[in-house]
């Protein structure tokens, strides 16, 4: 074997080792393993396993091993061919070695083009990988029919989108697989640059074309009718995807207008999130739901926690909320159509007041989603249940009454003043309610929020706004921050710090027993067909957590919705109320079924009133 052959083949092994090199990082006083390399002039690191650790190790050994032979041979080929042959031969080596480097080597391409071999070893490391429950919907358009329209796929960061181009090309034919090609865009990219690449593709015979990160592209939204009228109109797969997916909602409503197959990636539901990373606990799904790291993340893995999960604290959620959300909206405001979209949000841009704005309306919701649950506690004489809880502490060294002897309307007060810091200060730097209607309309845009379907019956009542979050772990984590601020309050200062801890444990409880009610929820009612509607239904002396009600039948459902793996008589005492279900079923037909969800076991009571298993409903809901 020459150098020559030796070389691409070190090049060969060289692309399939592990990029970048190995470094440590201080976690809770531990030096933790992460490989750290650069791309695109970002540098990106990566969390090392437990379980991946030796395997690593060897990998990043025989890389070394491997760039030294390989400086030898560059230096000692470009010796000999100077030697032998004179300065001009050995520039030809150099630019020959340096075009080794290009995986587009033979193509002259203006952006990243993967093709080949290359794209081979980047499809084989998502091989391993489950699938998300959309990778279907996006089969379906690869192999029918869909003449003009491109694939558009959309979410916030890590909810899996470019694990979903890469495994969709691993899952073609060996002869399709031959027809495809990954294009990774940059922000320094133009789509003249793209329509030169494609036009190159289509002529060497590409048929299915993978562009991720297109939204980068400046002139992109603007532009977006290429990729459907040119190259889906002749038959090529065109299959999108990018970061900024607030871009790709403005192309549906102009460039791509009728033209597009959509697939949203943002929300993922428990038992998708269970399947996909083996978790089957409800509440690891409230504290760090709503995103993945392609599997990378090992949830029985302490450190993977405290190092990879996008909502382990206040500060990896507020970066979460700069990067994924603020950043997505304002790129693709910036670059819609010399920035019509900004509308009235265009004088908070102009004085980087925008990315702020945002975040508090996004603290608002959930300082009023905390509010609400303790504020309703307060008057009724119990912070989140944790007087009573206090009270009946099985040891007497965990009984307190500091509940029952505090001023309430004085904590109550003192409480909003905490939770509400936030909008005084947005309503002194000028924040109007035209401002936070726009940026809740991107929100909704972007499937981070949507509206609780709710009915209520009480008179005279004013109707209240009621959002859900599609990403449980954010709200937990911001609801989590408050509760600590709360705890740090002169009212509880007196207290020791056992104590204190307990209160905020039960706070804290309460927070996932009403983030539960909402996962539920909003599940059941994305998952039911069409002649049948889930709701919140709220009445003057009680409320139902969640009615099913079947429009075809004319019966319904009733459920209680517990954080509790107990069976207690009070949880379903309103499911008894023969006067509110009566009331129910004039409204929505006979009653068929009474159950409380909860985490514990199935049971079914001599009341007819059954306990089902809240985490085998939810995964249910998917089959």
């Known amino acids: 074997m020459n150098n020559y052959e ?80 004179g300065m001009d031969i050995g520039d030809r080596i150099h630019a020959w070695l340096n075009n080794l480097n290009d995986v587009n080597s033979g193509y002259e391409f203006a952006t990243n083009v993967v093709i080949g071999r ?165 509440d690891t799904y409230i504290r760090y739901g709503g995103t993945l790291k392609a599997g990378e993340i090992a949830f029985d893995d302490e450190d993977a926690i405290e190092s990879d999960a996008s909502f382990r604290d206040d500060e990896t959620t507020r970066r979460y909320i700069d990067t994924a959300i603020c950043q997505n909206i304002q790129h693709s405001l910036n670059c819609c159509r010399n920035g019509i979209y900004f509308r009235h949000l265009q004088e908070l841009y102009d004085e980087g007041e925008l990315t702020g704005a945002i975040n508090r309306i996004i603290e608002s919701m959930n300082h009023q989603f905390l509010l609400k649950i303790l504020t309703a506690k307060f008057k009724s004489h119990d912070l989140g249940s944790a007087t009573e809880l206090m009270r009946k502490q099985t040891s007497l060294e965990d009984q307190t009454d500091i509940l029952d002897m505090i001023d309430r309307e004085a904590v109550t007060s003192r409480l909003m003043d905490i939770l509400q810091i936030k909008n005084k200060e947005s309503m002194n730097i000028g924040i109007t309610n035209v401002h936070v209607t726009e ?28 959002v859900l979050f599609t990403q449980p772990g954010m709200r937990f984590c911001q609801a989590q921050a408050l509760v600590f601020v709360l705890m740090k309050d002169k009212t509880f200062s007196a207290e020791s710090e056992r104590i204190k801890k307990l209160i905020q444990n039960r706070i804290l409880e309460e927070v996932s027993g009403r983030m539960l009610e909402d996962i539920v929820l909003l599940e059941t009612s994305r998952a039911l067909p069409k002649n049948r509607k889930a709701f919140k ?67 079914r009571l001599t009341n007819g009133i059954s306990y089902d298993n809240v985490e085998e409903y939810l995964k249910g809901l998917s089959r």
């Open 118 to 282: 290359n794209l081979d070893s980047m499809v084989d490391k998502v091989s391993r990988f489950e699938k998300r429950d959309c990778f279907w919907k996006l089969q379906k358009y690869i192999n029918e029919e869909y003449n003009g329209k491109v694939c558009l796929i959309y979410g916030l960061r890590r909810t899996g989108k470019t694990t979903l181009l890469l495994q969709s090309i691993g899952n073609l034919s060996k002869e399709q697989q031959r027809k495809a090609a990954y294009i990774k865009a940059k922000s320094s990219n133009t789509m003249a640059d793209i329509n030169k690449d494609l036009k190159t593709l289509k002529q060497l015979g590409y048929q299915y074309l993978f562009i991720d990160e297109v939204t980068l592209i400046d002139d992109f939204i603007d532009s977006a009718a290429l990729f459907s009228d040119i190259y889906a109109s002749m038959g090529v797969k065109i299959v999108l995807s990018g970061t900024d997916s607030l871009g790709f909602w403005f192309t549906l409503k102009g460039e791509l207008y009728d033209r597009a197959f959509t697939i949203h990636t943002t929300y993922i539901p428990f038992s998708e999130f269970s399947r996909l990373l083996g978790i089957d606990e409800i």
């Open 537 to 603: 239904l709220t009445m003057s002396r009680s409320e139902f957590d969640m009615v099913i009600y079947d429009e075809q039948s004319d019966t319904c459902e009733l459920y209680e919705i517990k954080h509790s793996k107990q069976v207690v008589a009070n949880q379903y005492h309103v499911l008894n109320d023969k006067e509110e279900c009566d009331f129910v079923e004039k409204k929505y037909g006979k009653i068929v079924k009474k159950c409380v969800l909860y985490r514990g076991e199935h049971l």
């Open 6 to 85: 030796r070389i691409i083949e070190i090049k060969k092994e060289l692309a399939l080792l592990p990029a970048g090199n190995l470094t440590y990082k201080n976690i809770k006083g531990k030096a933790q393993p992460y490989l750290q390399w650069n791309e695109n002039g970002k540098t990106f690191t990566k969390y090392v396993r437990i379980d991946e650790r030796e395997a690593v190790l060897k990998k990043i050994e025989r890389k070394r091993v491997l760039l030294d032979e390989l400086k030898e041979l560059e230096i000692s080929t470009v010796r000999d061919e100077e030697s032998a042959y």
């Open 439 to 466: 940026i809740k309309e991107y929100l909704t845009a972007l499937d981070l929020v949507v509206d609780c379907p709710r009915e209520t019956y009480i008179p005279d009542s004013d109707s209240m706004e009621y």
